[in-house]
């Protein structure tokens, strides 16, 4: 078989065709790649509490402020770890929800296309 034999193998689509199949493939589903972004920004920013409340327990070791004041950035600490988890994971899940759908619609109509 020749390599350069154009008969047997799918037509390879250029930008303009790669985009106007994601929007038509996207249509209806922007929202849900307009939360993914803003669940996992929130998971991103409740992880970048982390070395602030640390610095703070530094600061505070360190100005020989209390154990009270210390319990106080402990709980921060906790809550800021499983805010972000539970964001990180639902914006994997909802991403995940979004890009299984894209791929089975895409795979459908290459399929459509090819047969």
């Known amino acids: 078989m020749n390599v350069d034999s154009d008969v047997d193998r799918l037509p390879i689509a250029d ?52 154990t009270s004041f210390m319990v106080g950035i402990a709980v921060a600490i906790v809550v800021a770890t499983v805010v972000g988890a539970v964001l990180i994971g639902f914006g994997i899940v909802i991403s995940a929800r979004l890009f299984d759908r894209l791929v089975a619609s895409l795979r459908e109509h290459l399929v459509e296309r090819a047969l």
């Open 15 to 66: 930008r303009a065709a790669v985009a106007a199949e994601l929007r038509s493939a996207m249509r209806g589903r922007w929202w849900l790649a307009s939360w993914i972004v803003v669940v996992m920004a929130g998971g991103a920013a409740a992880g970048l509490i982390l070395p602030i409340a640390l610095g703070r327990v530094v600061d505070a070791a360190r100005d020989g402020r209390p």
